[in-house]
Structures are given as C-alpha cells and as structure tokens.
C-alpha cells in the first residue's frame, strides 16, 4: 500500500515520514452508533420493562417487612421532671426505668432486629467523625496513639482507651423485652460487622481510664472484656451518615404472633434531651432489600414510568411528525435555502 | 568554480542602469558625525579576540529562542503553571490542608496538585527541548572564519565574534550582520536575496566601499586592520549609520554595505565581510519580538466558566459558613457529644463568626472539586496527544522535500477549527517563484496551445455541468453549441514526450523548431523573439552537463522570457558591459549564428514606470529601441502606424488575463542615429546632474524616448502556484473562510498573483486605494489622506447600492497607503470596507504592516485570524494572529520557529483547518463540557452532604475516592474523547466544507451549551444524593439487619457517580473504537478493583472502609440497585434531549451520520454528490466561483449564439 521512499532525493525524508498505520492516520475501525428512532424507542422501553418488574418486587419485598417503631423520649420523663429534663437525665440519683407496652402488628419472623433510633444528633459532624484514633483501637500498643481524640484524649498523662468523642458518647439506653413474662432473649453478639470484631478491633486491647474524667458522656465499658468484644461499641462508632440513625441493638431469634403485647422496659439513660433529639425503639424485620424501603420500589417505578412515557411519547411524536433518516433536506444549507 | 559553471566576470556595475550612475558619494558625503548617546559601537575588524572581554563585549552569536534554560527552568516554568488562577487556588489549598481547619487529609490535596503540575512542566520541557534543538540547528551552520592567519576555516556560527572576517560563498546565509568589503566581483558588488526579512524576491545589489576593494583574497586578510564606529544594535532594517576607519582614513558606511543576517548571498561567487552585529543584536534579531504565548478562544472562554464556578464555590461556601456559623452559634451549646469549644476554636459557639471564618476556609478547600484539577492537565494530554496525531497525517507530508506538518506549539489545536479570516503571504506560500511561459500573441495571432489551470477546471466543470444537467442543455435549441465552443477555447494538454523544461509550458507546432518563418509576419516574430531575448538584465550561466543556458534573473519573469526566447531558438549567451550575444537559429537548420547587439542604453524597471526598455544597436548599425511593459503604459505610447495589431491583442490580453496569466505587452520602434545621438545627449546629462531631481529628469528624458512606439505582441506568462494552491483557496472559501492576501510584492504581481489563484477574477468590481503619486507639494500628508478618506468612503458606497447578488468586490491597497489606513482614526472605516470585499489584497507592505493589519483584522472583528508564511517578514504576522502557521521545508526557518504551526505547502491548510481543527474543537468542546458536567455532579453531593452535617465540613466519601476521582476514575474516557472523537471521518470533512462553520460560530461551546451541560450536573448531583440517601438512610440495608454507616453511604453515592459520569460519556461519544470501549470500562473496573485493593489494606490506613466492598456493600442487592436505579436516572434526560434533538432537529453532522450509517451514499450516489456541490458557502472568490462566473458568461454567450440560430433552425423545420 505504501510507496517505498527510496525515490525520495532526500534521505532525511524517510525518518521523518509518519509512520502509516490505521492509528496514526486516526482510522481505526469503530463502531459508530447512532440513536435512531428505533434504538431510542428500543432503549426507553426496555429500561420501563426492566424498571417496572423491579420496582414492583422491592415494594413486595418491603411490604413483607415488619416494623414496630415506638418513641419514647417523651414518655419516660417522669412528670415531675417535664420542666427540668436535661437535670433528671443528668443525675445519677434519679430512676431511669420506664416500662411501655409495644404490640405486634403482624406476625414478625425470626431473626428480628431491635434498633435504637436517634434524631438530631450529629454522629457525621467533623469534629466528631475525626475524634476517634483506628490505630488505638487494633492493639494495646498503639494505645498512646491518641491524636485527634481531644478533649477525650488522656486523663491526667494516661491514654484513656478508647479515646475520642464517639467512643465517650456511646450509647447507653437498655431495652429488656418479655411477653407475658416470658423474657425474650435479645442476642447482643453478632451485630457488628465480622472485620470490625476480627480485625479492626483489638482482641488485646481493654478499656482504660475510660469515663474516668469529670465529665461523663454515655455509656461505660466493661473493662474486662476486650474491645473486639464490645460489640455496643463497634456499632456505635461506625458514624452514621446523617443525623437521623438507626444503629442496630440486638437480634431476638423468636417468633413473635401477632397481636403480641411485648413489655418493654427500658433504662432511659442516653441524654438526647439538650439538644432535643428524640429516641426510639424498632423492632423489624428484613427482606432481601434491608429493612422497611418503599422508597426504593417507588423510584423504581417512576423511573420506569417516565420512560415508558417517553418511549410512547417519541412513537407519537414520530408517527406524526417522522423525519427519515438521512434525509438531506434536513441538511442546514437545504432548510436555509428553502425558507429563502 | 565549484559546480562546473563558467561565469563571466562582468561589472554589472556597468551596466547602464540608473542605479549605478549614481555619482561618487564620496565627494558629497563626509563621515557621519555622531550625535547624542548610543551611537557608541566600536568594531575592531579582523581582531575579535578583543572582543572578547569588557568594555566591547558584543552578545555571541549564539542565538536562542527557547523560553528556559537549565537554571531558569524550574522557577520560570513554575511561575507559568501557577499563573492559572486555578492552580494558585489549589497551591493555596494544599497549604491550608497542612492545618486543622482541612476537610481533607493533606496528601490528597498535595498528590493531585503536584501531579497535575508535573505533567504540565514535563510537557514544558520537551517543547523546550525542541526549540532547542531547532536552535541549535541554526547555531551549528558552519562558515569560513579568518583564524588571523590568512586561512579561512569552517567554523559554526554560533562561535563568530564580532570583528571577525567571515567569507561567505554563494547561496549560503549570512551568519551575522556584516560590513561587506569586497566581493568576487571586482567592483565589489553582490546580490543579496532578502526574501527572509522583508519577502521581496528580486534581489538586491549591495556594494563594498571602494577603498576595501583590494582585500579580495584570503592572504591579505592577514594584516587587515580596521575599527568600525557605528549605531548600536536595532530593529530597523533600512537604515545604518557608522564610519570606518581604515589607513587612518575615515570612510562613511550606509546601508548598501551591510549585509544582514538571515539574507543569501546570490550570483556571487563569495564575499568578505566583518561582522559587526552578531547574534539577538543583529537587526533580523532585534527584528523578532518575543513569541507571545497564545491562548486559544476557547481556553479564553473557559476561564470566564472558571470564574462562573469560582463564583459558584464562594456562594456555596458562604452559605455553608453562614449555615455552620449560625448552627454553632445557637445549637451546638447543646451538642453535648461534641464538648466545644475545642482548643483550636475551630467549633467555638462563643465566637461563632471567627469558627464560620475558619469554616469558610474549610469550605474553599471541600468544594474545590468544583473546580476540576485535572482539566488543565487533561486538556494539555489531549492537546499534545491531538498534536502527534497532526504531526503524523500522512496526508499533510510532503514527499518532495519529506517533511510532515507539524504542531508545535499543541495549545491553539482547537482554535484551527475556529478560524474565520485568513492572512497568507504571497511568494513561497501561494506561489512557487517561478513563472512559466504559456501563451503569446504576435502580430495579433494566439500563439500557445496550453491551457492555463483556470481554463482546464473551467472547462471540466462545465463538462460536468452539461452531463449533469443534461436535461437543461437537451431541452434548449444550440445546447451542443456548448460542447463546441468548450473545444473552442480550451485544449487539453497533449502528453508530450519531451521533458518539461522549467519556466516554459508553451506548446504550438507554429512557432517551435523554426517553423516561425513559416507564419505571415516571420519579421515581426523575429522581432518579437529579439525583445524577448534583449530587453532585460539577467546573465547567462552556461552548464556544461546539459550544454545549456540558465539564467540567473532579477525576477522569474525575465528568466521565463529569456528560457522562452532560447527555445524559439534566440539563445542568449553572454552579456559583455556594452553587448549582448545571441546565439539565434533560423529556419529549422541546426546552425547557430551568433549575433551580437550592442548595448546602448538601458532604461530600468519600475513600479511606477511599468516598463523597461534597452537600445540596441544590431550587426548592421540600425539601431532599435525594444520595450516591455504593462499592456496600458505601452498602448498609450504607440505611434499611429504602431496600432496595427492592437485590437486584436487587446482582446487577447483579456483573454489571457481572464485565464489567469500575467501578461505583458512588447514593443519597439526603429531609430535614426541622429535622433539617438541627440537623446542620448541629454540622457547623459540628465544623469551625471548631481541634486534631487535627477531622478525626475532621467524618467522625463526616458519618457521622451519611449514613444511612438510599433506594438509587436504580448506575452502571458503562469505565475508558478505552489500545488493544490487554487483548490486550497476554493475550498477554504467554500468552507466559509476568509483570505486576504498581504505581500510585500508590486501591485501588478499581487494582482496576478489574485488572478492566478482565484481571489480575482474577470468581472469582479476592483477597488484599488491608492496614494496619488501626482500629488507634488510637500503639504501632502493630509491631503493624501484626505483622498484616502474620499476613496474609501465612495467605494463603500458603491458596494452599498449594488444589486447584483453575483457582483463581487476586490480590494486592492498598496502599502504606503495602507499607513494612512492604519491609522487610529481611519482604521475601522477601512475594515468595513474590507470586511464588505470578498477578496483583499494588500500589497508592498512592510513586516510591521502585515502585522498591524492582523492586528487590526483580529481585533477589529473579533474573530479568530489565522497568518500564514514562510519567509522572516512573516514573523510579525504570524506571531500576531490567532494561529500563526510557517511553510516549512524552504530554507528560511524564521517562519517556521515563530509559527504554532507548520505545514510543509500551503494546500496542507486545508486538511489542517478542515479535519483537524474541526475535530479538535469538538473535541476540546466537548471535553470541557464534560468536564464541567462531572465535577459539577461530583462536587455539589458534597455540598449537600454538608448541609446534614451541621455544615461541619465532613465529607462522605473517604479522602483516597475524592483523590483518585479526577486522577484515575473520571479522567483517561475524557481523554479518549479528546483524543479519539470523530463526528464525520476526515473525508467526509473534506467533501462537506459547510461542517466546518460550526467552530467559528462556536455551535458547540457557546453558553447555552455550558449552561445546559452545568445543569445536567446539577441535576445529576441532585440524583445521586437524595436517592442515595433516601435508600440508606434509617433502614437495614441487608438482610443480616445491618444499617448503613457514613462509609457504606459514601461508598455507595460515590459508586453511583463513577457509574453516572462514565455511562454519560459513553452517550457522548459518537466514535467508538476499542480504546474507547476499554477505557470507560476500565474506569469503572478500576473503582472496584480499588475498592477491593482498599478494603484489604490495614485498617489503619482504610479507616471505616475497611472490607466495605466484599464484606458490606456486595452481598446487598439493594446497593446494586440503587447504582441502576441512579445511574439511568441521571442519564435520563440527556438521553431524551439528544434523542428527541437528532430526531426533530439535527444537525449537519447528524444527517451525514445517518446517510453513512444507512449507506445511502452508495445506493444514491447523485444525492451524494448532489450535497457535496451544495454544502460550501455562497463564495465570490476561489476557483469555483470563478468557473461559475464563467459559465455564466458562456451561457450568456450560448443565448445570444442561440437567438441568432433559433430563426434559422425555425426555418429549416418549416422546410
């Protein structure tokens, strides 16, 4: 294809000469799609009949899931106190327990999971998402590495373990729940994430000098269990995105009938009440998409629903107002020409 | 001599030309007196040692143009990269990220940066590299150096001194400004060609001081010793003021000694000089302004978006810091978990506003990714990338001299395909230099059956035409009349069998081989044949290879004629001070009489008197004067009995003149020697007078003589273009461009030059502005300019009230006029006009003017101008314009170092604007857009985000997402569509020039489409966030119960980007080769990878992402969906737009798309052909428009043929 260079007079000519190939000429075989009308009908409706089915499965699907969500921040005050709310929950003399009464709506199926909620709380703020120290909390070596955890971070020279805001503010509402008596066994293992407790948290690290200081925050730890064993934490200081979270309690392994009445009661420990932020209870199911999501299904079908609207839309524009395809008089010189 | 050429040694000086009657300046001039300061050069010849240190340290000449060196590099490229106010906001960033008050973790603030920068200073450096190189290139040409010993040795230019004794042979450059001393020839003359530094092709003779005359051989140089006083280095070319001093005498020096670097010794065999200027002092250097770095219209654009986005991040910050200030101030007292105020006073709700301050740093830095940091450097990739790509077309390498085009500087790609005005120089752009002899007319015969360039497309087009239309023609009576009168006027050429000799294309069996005296008039051919080989003041150079003349001539007009007479068989073979020889062969015999004329007179060229003539006197005593010249000057000056032939060749000449040759007309007339004896008398006296008017006085007694004159003939001669030039033309005019020719030629070249490629043409209305040279007094300027005023003005208002739509309109403006033009207050109406004209042509213009005039062209219509041109007097322009291109592969490489492109010939434009500047500015468009769109989508998620942190300045995705987005995830699609994209394919391109106006009008990045791609990344980020949040936010988002944290949301939102963004641009692209299908599945392949890479680092490093895709995000089918979910969401609406526009509203390249891809061009091929006629612009200049206008005049002729045939054509059918 190529005529040899030798009858060039110039003998530089042959190194500069571009090098001939389908790349560097820029013609490499392509595909060039273009969206005919076909292709655009085509794609509107197969994204409507991929997205309707799917939507209308996710719906099912959170149909199925059962939920009980119950607020009790308002209702475990006791009335003497509804003036000074943040005092009660401060002292440490006043009684915190608080037994309510949820009922099962629908038959619930094993496993259940028991959340706590929190409202107005700001676990993704910056000064809090960064008070935390990784390394602290894999191993007892890395124990003095508390950068980033102040205020939290020593108490009079000694590193407290865990440092950091997050941890200082653990969670410390307790849930106990029976039915007609019968205690139903909350399981509090296994509701962190297998890394966090194998890996992330330090089987050989123990709490140290923890709510030690002047001011105590939330919970307290068991400072003869290691940290990977502190599940309640684990969970705690995965910080959630937004300031409205669920975190996950526990898990009951039983049935429970409809109808149940469970009695729950309840140490109203955790002050939400500063800041207004309120707390509740969930008790729920899952399916195969989580917890509760009609949001999902309902995009779903939006989504698909446009399209079809879309697709139905291009046909009718189409059937009355078609352009062939490739038709020249399209061509800009021609339309100019014709409206001369 | 070196190549087997005998020369004769002659004085041309004593030739009788005015300019060397002159009389002896000696006696006239004393040694310049110096005044003021500067003038303070001193030059100790042959002793450049003492050159060498203070106080007469000269610069070297050593010449650089390259913008760093070694130690200069670092800070200088530096400063460069962070004069982008981008970069400064993201250095400034990378130092805030070092402190608390950082969003981000300080490496993933310094990485990007430092890497963006890199690339863009590596790309700085190899473009240095080449400057240099090609620096160097010049630096090591060698010359002969006097070692002070008599010896004159090679040695690279870059190691002359000033003061040193260089000799310099023929056809080299002159390495530095020199004072001429002598030359080979004995007056010490010598031409210099300067057609690098002002584009002039006639060569000038410059001569030695006669007191130098005797240093002509290398010995003597030995002991030569001189000092030279003169002016310190400048710019101007034409003026030089300095003594010599030599055996303690005091000799002034003007400019006919200087010889300046950059131009040629020609037709000498060598020269001593001294160098006086070396280096960036000599005036071809101090002649070059500095390159300015250019920006491309769309770079410019994208900065005001920059700004646009700037504006964006302020408001969003404000308003987060607003928002955090507020939040602190009132709530965060409350917010017991977070114990402030904290240390720093970062979260102080006692001093809320100086926490909102900090947080409004924080907030400059978070939204930084609305800006995107990668653009530049993707831009400049791309660019370089496009750049290789144009240096490796194999269509825009030329064979003959083998070199290919070449980008040189990459930053201006796109602007190629935005040009609307194009300014070319003339000689060795447009047209070779060479001038071919085709036609003639003696005695009122066409001589000459070739067919100029013009009259063959004329003539094939109309053949299309006739076989196109065939139903038009068939219809009408006398439609094969058209045929015949096409056979008529035009002949193809015959292949002949003899080789083509250069400069002469004629062909008629009736005049060759001495068959002239055969014809009715053989003594007025024979008359004709003696002008041609009389009247003009080449010399012969005889080649003993071939046995031949060639002809070393002032401009390439003589040489035709004189190649011309040679081959009639009136050879001319030498040239003594007062004869001229001719070798002539009568009536076919192969015998050569050698005849010989003396040389009496000879009466120069010039533009003003538009003629030359000599007088002869022959063998036997009669004396002749024989003139050349300008078809008007001569037939004004005929005698009565002279007029014989002037009708029909007055007709000829227009015939000529509309097939685009150049013509001039030849005449003579007999003379008694008394009536000589007398004239000549005066003639003397006339130029031995010593004052000012002598020159008017010698042109009144040449007029005298030059009349009364008997017409002989005219010739016609092709003005060489280079290949492809006048299709070039045509198609650039088609595709919508503009071109204004600016030359430093004469006025009738320019304009036959106009006429040969197109930009003229018979029938167009000519408006020549010019400055009356009549105008005597001396108060002239403002009358001058006053008429200037009146011409423009009046031509403006004959362009106003024409109607016809086929009428077009030259503008011709010579240069001195062109001064009063350019002036502030006149400027604008002289650009109307311009911009009204279809073609304009400028000449005798200086360097400078044909810089202004771009000046004024860019700035004055706003539009982007591209200068094209080869010579050092182009440099100006084509640093000036928008996109400066330089012809490469001649030996000047001025052009070529200044340009931002180079091609090797002028025809190469057309593939360059019309392919790749087409695609490089969709391209680049295109890019931007995206790039805009992307991070636009990406940045304002975080922003939101913010806005549910309190605006705390948290963001939701880990440091290393954000770090790799621009880098790795986002970025090498992008490049693929800045590299890769086509719309059309290159022919394609070709064969629809009209495509090409979507860049000047700017249809893809204008601010609709900005806008429009802004708020589809508005509109995108809006998705992404609320749906993942919606999705994640409270729920279990597995089935194991486990509910989202702010890494599983992040992972996923973030996901959802890569996804949206990288499935966008895949709608994008229309071309898609597998280079693009691997790199946007790569970028979406590689998050993943990277997530699992990430996820199985320490968690010390990985923090909550730790496991979070193989553990967490994978087994949840609800993360898959939402990714689906969001990224049609998000692509939805641009689907529907492009969908519904290509449907009911395409554009060009769409319909062409489609004709492609249903392969209807094959199976309707004369619709194809139809759209491909139909697709260029309404032209008035250029090849087609001219074969149209012929066509036109034809048809008009075929009508009137056909009124006069139709009564008898009626007759016969009534028979």
Redesign the interface.
């Known amino acids: 294809m190529e005529v040899s ?1 030798t009858n ?3 003998g ?3 190194k ?5 190939s389908r790349f ?14 076909g292709w ?1 009908i085509t ?1 509107f409706l197969a ?1 409507a009949f991929l ?1 309707i089915p ?1 939507g209308l499965i ?1 719906l099912f699907a959170s149909e199925r899931v059962v939920e009980i969500v119950y607020r009790y921040d308002q209702e475990c005050i006791p009335e003497m106190y509804c003036d000074n709310v943040t005092g009660y929950i401060q002292s440490s003399h006043t009684n915190k327990t608080c037994i309510k009464n949820v009922t099962v709506p629908k038959k619930m199926i094993a ?1 259940i ?1 028991v ?1 706590y ?1 929190l409202d107005n ?9 960064k008070s935390r120290s ?2 602290q909390l ?1 191993s007892a070596s890395g124990e003095f590495s508390t950068k980033g955890c ?3 971070a020593k108490l009079g020279g000694a590193p407290i373990v865990p440092c950091g ?1 997050i941890a ?2 653990l969670f410390n509402d307790t849930y106990s729940l029976s039915i007609e008596g019968k205690v139903i066994d909350i399981n509090k293992k296994g ?1 962190a ?4 407790t194998n ?2 948290f330090g089987s050989n690290v123990y709490p140290k000098n923890f709510q030690a200081g002047d ?1 105590i ?2 919970g307290k730890l068991n400072e003869s269990l290691p940290l990977n064993e502190q599940e309640d934490l684990i969970v705690w200081m ?11 309690y526990g ?1 009951i392994n039983s049935n429970l009938e409809a109808q149940d009445v469970i009695k729950v009661v309840l140490e109203n420990n955790y ?1 939400t009440y ?3 932020g309120q707390k509740k209870l969930v008790i ?1 199911t ?8 009609d ?2 299904g309902i ?2 079908l939006t ?1 698909g629903g ?2 079809l609207f ?1 697709a139905l839309n ?1 046909i009718l ?2 059937v009355f ?1 078609p ?1 062939p ?4 008089s ?5 339309r100019n020409s014709s409206r001369q | 001599m070196a190549h087997g050429r005998i020369r004769a040694k002659i004085k041309r000086s004593s030739l009788y030309t005015f300019g060397c009657i002159r009389p002896p300046r000696e006696s006239t001039d004393e040694p310049h007196l110096f005044r003021g300061p500067g003038f303070s050069r001193h030059v100790c010849c042959n002793q450049p040692q003492l050159h060498q240190k203070k106080p007469l340290k000269y610069s070297k000449n050593y010449i650089s143009t390259t913008k760093y060196n070694v130690i200069t590099f670092l800070p200088k490229a530096l400063f460069e990269q962070f004069r982008r106010v981008a970069n400064v906001y993201f250095l400034l960033a990378a130092f805030l990220s070092l402190t608390p008050v950082s969003p981000f973790s300080a490496y993933s603030m310094i990485a990007p940066l430092a890497f963006v920068i890199g690339i863009s200073m590596c790309k700085e450096a190899v473009e240095n590299w080449h400057r240099f190189m090609q620096d160097m290139k010049v630096n090591m040409r060698k010359v002969r150096v006097h070692n002070g010993e008599g010896d004159f040795l090679p040695k690279p230019w870059m190691n002359i001194c000033v003061g040193d004794v260089v000799k310099v042979e023929k056809d080299q450059f002159f390495p530095a400004d020199l004072l001429l001393l002598s030359s080979s020839y004995e007056d010490g003359i010598c031409y210099v060609e300067t057609m690098n530094l002002d584009g002039e092709t006639n060569l000038k003779v410059k001569r030695a001081l006669e007191t130098t005359l005797t240093l002509d051989d290398d010995s003597i140089f030995k002991d030569f010793r001189a000092t030279i006083k003169c002016e310190d280095p400048n710019p101007n070319l034409y003026t030089f003021v300095g003594n010599l001093e030599y055996e303690r005498q005091v000799f002034p020096v003007d400019p006919s000694q200087i010889l300046l670097r950059d131009s040629k010794l020609r037709n000498t065999g060598h020269v001593y000089g001294v160098v006086i200027f070396s280096g960036h002092d000599s005036k071809v250097m101090q002649n070059a302004t500095k390159s300015p770095s250019k920006r491309s219209t769309i770079e410019k654009q994208m900065d005001k978006i920059i700004y646009v986005l700037f504006t964006l991040l302020v408001l969003i910050s404000l308003i987060s810091s607003t928002g955090f200030a507020i939040k602190t101030k009132t709530q965060m007292p409350s917010w017991w978990y977070l114990q402030a105020p904290d240390a720093d006073g970062l979260y102080d709700p006692n001093r809320a506003a100086a926490s909102g301050f900090y947080h409004l740093v924080t907030a400059l830095i978070l939204y930084g990714y609305l800006i995107p940091i990668s653009l530049y450097v993707s831009i400049e990739l791309v660019k370089v990338l496009q750049a290789l790509f144009i240096n490796q077309d194999i269509h825009m390498y030329d064979e003959e001299t083998g070199t290919p085009a070449q980008a040189r500087t990459s930053n201006l790609n796109e602007e190629l395909g935005m040009v609307d005005t194009i300014l070319s120089d003339k000689t060795g752009t447009l047209t070779c230099n060479q001038m071919d002899f085709l036609k003639c007319s003696i005695a009122g015969i066409p001589y000459g059956m070739r067919s100029s360039e013009v009259e063959l497309a004329a003539a094939s087009q109309m053949a299309m035409d006739l076989e196109g239309h065939g139903g038009d023609f068939s219809g009408r009576p006398g439609g094969h009349n058209g045929s015949e009168i096409e056979l008529d006027t035009v002949v193809t050429p015959r292949e002949s069998s003899q080789t083509a000799i250069k400069g002469f294309s004629f062909e008629d069996n009736r005049l060759m081989n001495g068959n002239w005296s055969r014809e009715n008039n053989p003594d007025v051919l024979l008359l004709f044949f003696r002008i041609l080989a009389l009247c003009h003041t080449a010399i012969p150079e005889y080649n003993e290879e071939t046995d031949t003349y060639s002809y070393e001539a002032e401009s390439p007009d003589e040489g035709a004629f004189l190649v011309a007479a040679r081959e009639f068989g009136f050879e001319f073979c030498k040239r003594t001070q007062s004869s001229i020889f001719v070798r002539e062969r009568h009536f076919s015999s192969q015998e050569f009489v050698e005849r010989e004329f003396k040389l009496l007179n000879l009466l120069d060229f010039t533009s003003k008197r538009k003629r030359m003539s000599v007088i002869v006197q022959d063998e036997t005593g009669q004396i002749y004067l024989l003139c050349k010249g300008a078809d008007s000057i001569i037939f004004d000056r005929l005698s009565k009995n002279g007029r014989v032939f002037e009708e029909a060749t007055t007709k000829h000449l227009n015939d000529y003149g509309e097939a685009g040759l150049r013509t001039l007309a030849l005449a003579y007339k007999k003379l008694e020697p008394s009536e000589y004896v007398a004239w000549n008398d005066e003639f003397i006296k006339a130029k031995t007078s010593i004052g000012g008017d002598r020159d008017i006085m010698l042109e009144r007694v040449s007029d005298m003589m030059e009349k009364d004159l008997i017409l002989v003939g005219a010739t016609a001669v092709e003005d060489k273009l280079q290949p492809g030039v006048p299709q070039c033309i045509d198609k650039l005019a088609q595709a919508g461009l503009k071109l204004w020719v600016l030359t430093g030629d004469k006025m009738e070249t320019a304009i036959n030059i106009g006429f040969a490629c197109s930009l003229l043409r018979q029938g167009m209305k000519q408006i020549c502005i010019s400055t009356n040279v009549d105008m005597l007094n001396q108060d002239t300027k403002k009358a001058q300019k006053e008429s200037i005023v009146m011409q423009i003005t009046n031509a403006s208002q004959m362009i106003k009230l024409e109607k016809d739509p086929h009428a077009a309109f030259a503008l011709i403006i010579d240069g001195k006029t062109l001064t009063y033009a350019l002036e502030e207050d006149l400027k604008h109406q002289f650009l109307n006009l311009a911009v009204d004209c279809a073609s304009v042509i400028c000449c005798r213009v200086s360097p400078k003017q044909k810089a202004l005039v771009t000046r004024l062209v860019k700035e004055g219509t706003g539009k982007t101008t591209l200068a094209i041109g080869d010579g050092a007097n182009d440099v100006g322009m084509i640093q000036e314009a928008d996109i400066g291109v330089g012809i490469s592969g001649v030996e000047g490489m001025q052009a070529v170092m200044a340009s931002d492109f180079s091609i090797a010939q002028f025809r190469f434009l057309e593939r360059l604007l019309v392919v790749h500047g087409h695609w490089c500015y969709k391209r680049i468009a295109q890019m931007i857009c995206y790039f805009f769109y992307k991070n636009i989508a990406f940045g304002l998620t975080l922003f939101y985000f913010e806005a549910f942190t309190g605006f705390s300045g948290q963001s939701v995705y880990d440091d290393w997402y954000m770090l790799l987005f621009n880098v790795v995830l986002t970025s090498l699609p992008v490049i693929a569509l800045g590299v890769f994209e086509q719309d059309v394919s290159s022919d394609i391109c070709l064969q629809f020039p009209a495509l090409y106006q979507q860049g000047p009008r700017n249809l893809f990045f204008d601010w609709y489409r900005i806008f429009g791609w802004m708020g589809n990344g508005l509109y995108c980020s809006l998705i992404v966030f609320f749906l993942n949040i919606i999705i994640f936010y409270d729920q279990a988002f597995r089935i194991g119960g486990q509910t989202a944290d702010m890494t599983v949301v992040g992972t996923a939102m973030f996901t959802c980007v890569i996804y949206a963004v990288n499935c966008q641009i895949a709608l994008t692209m229309s071309h898609f080769t597998w280079i693009q299908h691997f790199l946007i599945g790569f970028s979406i392949l590689a998050w993943y990878v990277f997530l699992v890479l990430y996820g199985m680092m320490s968690p010390e490093l990985s923090g909550n992402a730790y496991q979070i895709f193989v553990e967490a995000l994978a087994p949840a089918p609800i993360f898959w969906l939402s990714i689906l979910l969001v990224t049609v969401a998000c692509n939805l609406p641009y689907l529907a737009h492009i969908s519904f526009q290509r449907s009911f509203n395409p554009m060009d390249h769409h319909v062409i798309q489609e004709i492609k891809y249903y392969k209807k061009d094959v199976e309707d091929r004369h619709m194809w052909t139809r759209e491909r006629s139909k697709a260029r612009q309404e032209t008035k200049i250029g090849f087609s428009a001219r074969v149209d206008a012929k066509i036109r005049h034809l048809r008009q002729m075929l009508q009137k043929k056909s009124s006069v045939l139709s009564p008898r054509v009626a007759l016969a059918a009534t028979r």
Not at chain 1, 286 to 293: D, L, Q, V
Request: net charge positive.
């Open positions: 260079t060039n007079a110039n530089a000519s042959t500069s000469k571009p090098h001939h560097t000429q820029q013609e490499l075989p392509a595909w060039k799609p273009i969206l005919t009308p655009v794609s994204i997205f799917i996710s496993p999971f959340y909620q709380f700001y676990q993704n703020h910056r000064r809090y998402v990784d390394k894999r102040e205020p939290e805001l200082w503010s509701i994430w297998k890394s966090d890996v992330k001011l925050g939330g995965r910080t959630a995105a937004l300031p409205t979270f669920r975190k996950l898990k002050n500063s800041f207004g729920s899952t399916s195969w998409i989580g917890g509760k999501n949001f999902l995009a779903y989504v446009i399209c879309m291009f524009l189409y107002k352009r395809l490739g038709d020249p399209y061509l800009s010189w021609n």
